[in-house]
Each structure stands twice: as C-alpha cells, then as structure tokens.
C-alpha cells in the first residue's frame, strides 16, 4: 500500500462545469501520475508531475489541467466537462525515480459527465 | 512506432485450468515490462515486472511471465487457476521516461 487517496471517489456533474479531482500521497514521492480507463484503451496518461510545480502532458492532455503545489497532492482539472470526460480516473505514484519504475495505483474515481 | 498490444479481449478457463495471457510490443529495444491486475471495482495492482537479467519473472499470487526477445512477448502464466483470478489484467510497457504505455486489457472470467 503506497499511501494514495483520491477524492472524490464518485462524481456526477453537468457538461461545461469545471471538475477537480484530487490526488494525496502520504510518503513524499515525487513522481505522480494521472490516467483515464476507457474500454478497450486501457489506461492512457494524462498529466504527470516529477515535482513540486514540475509538470508535463501525457498522451491525452487536452481539456485537462493539472496543479501540484506541494509533494503530497496532485489536482486533475477539468476546464469544461464534457461527456467525451466521461471516465474512470487513476492516480499513480512513481516509488522509484528512473525508467525502470514501478508505479502504485490508487482506487480510482469515476466521473460521469451528463 | 512503438505500441504495446492484448491480442485477446477476454479469454474463460475452468477453474484448476492453466491460463496464459500475451502481450506484444513494438520497439527497437528491450523496454522495461509490467503485468497488472484490475479486479473488478479495483485500482491496479503490480503482479511481476521485468528489467534485465533471468528471462523467466515471479511475481505475486502464483503468476509468471516470460520475456521473448525473438518474439517481442511478454506472457503471463498461472498453471491452476483460481475463482479469485477473475479479473481484468493490463500488460504496460516502459518506452520512454517516466511514461508507462498500457495495453488495452484482457478480461477473465474463470467458471466452475
């Protein structure tokens, strides 16, 4: 267990309202990720953080912003919902800097954009 | 370009029967490998991964995977399957830094 929340772990919302979603991290890692899970894509980065302020896109990065103020939080923002956001979102920590990283998941929240 | 694939969406086995689940890559070298498990409802969580070294890799509940140079695979085994095992399993690639590249998933369903 690597010490990783997410809140909130359900959201509804209506298409076009700003949605944030928040990611901590209780052992000061300093690389964090975020990801979205949709059938048959498994799961696709989004935005990932390598340190306080430090942050970089992902394979899907549109529409999505990401903040990182301190170590343990990493915030998902979602400009504009829209229904194409529909999704499950994971936030991974990385315990080991460097390529051959090993990266811990935490439970998810699932996000449904009417 | 460099991809990571599941050639099977979903595969069934009888409880007690082996189980063996591919994945495939697309890179001009050895990428650093992973197999995960999703059960349902669930984060991911790391079974066995692979940098370098013995080809064949342990991982947790049972599970092995092969790393196939020649072949570009990376196949998870589990000789007797459980009921438990019932989940949805993700093959993820390191192509780049800091950058996991996910296959799209192979369900299971394990039946009595």
């Known amino acids: 267990d690597a010490g990783i929340t997410q809140s909130p772990r359900h959201k509804v919302t209506e298409t076009g309202t700003p949605v944030t979603l928040r990611c901590h991290q209780t052992e000061n890692h300093r690389y964090m990720y975020w990801y979205r899970q949709d059938p048959g894509h498994g799961l696709r980065l989004i935005h990932y953080?390598?340190?306080?302020?430090?942050?970089d896109k992902g394979e899907v990065s549109d529409g999505y912003s990401v903040s990182r103020s301190k170590t343990e939080d990493f915030l998902l923002t979602l400009e504009s919902a829209t229904s194409s956001q529909t999704s499950v979102y994971f936030c991974?920590?990385?315990?080991?800097?460097?390529?051959?990283?090993?990266?811990?998941f935490g439970p998810g929240t699932r996000l449904l954009v009417l | 370009a460099q991809s990571v694939t599941q050639p099977d969406i979903h595969i069934t086995v009888s409880e007690g029967a082996s189980l063996e689940l591919r994945c495939n890559y697309s890179y001009g070298a050895t990428p650093y490998l992973f197999w995960y498990v999703q059960s349902p409802g669930q984060g991911l969580q790391l079974l066995l991964k692979?940098?370098?070294?013995?080809?064949l890799v342990q991982g947790i509940k049972g599970f092995e995977a092969e790393f196939k140079r020649s072949q570009s695979s990376f196949n998870l085994r589990k000789p007797s399957v459980h009921w438990s095992d019932a989940a949805e399993y993700f093959c993820?690639?390191?192509?780049?830094?800091?950058?996991?590249?996910f296959g799209a998933g192979t369900t299971v369903t394990v039946r009595a």
């Open positions: 953080s390598y340190g306080v302020k430090d942050t």
């Open positions: 993820a690639v390191v192509f780049n830094d800091y950058k996991l590249s």
């Open positions: 991974a920590i990385s315990v080991a800097g460097g390529i051959q990283e090993t990266q811990y």
């Open positions: 692979y940098f370098s070294g013995d080809t």
